[in-house]
């Protein structure tokens, strides 16, 4: 996995993305949560996409998870 070099390049904002995502909620939650668009959010997740180089959201998350970038991404989770 060759993506150590795109990781460091995730803004504060995006990281923040990246671990709503990795604790599972979806765009519209995350938007809420951060008091930002949906639109937004859809941005900041094609950002994070692009330069981990992950298909989709879950690979995104596998991604995080392997790099170890959340050692405990469900602490401050709200979801049930």
Partial sequence: MNTQVEINTLTERELEVLKYIVQGYTNKQIAKLLIITHSTVKAHV?????KTKA???LEAAFIA???GLFPNPHQDSILP
Avoid at 46 to 50: A, F, H, K, P, V
């Fill in 46 to 50: 094609s950002s994070i996409l692009e």
């Fill in 55 to 57: 298909k989709n959201r």
């Fill in 65 to 67: 998870e392997a790099l």
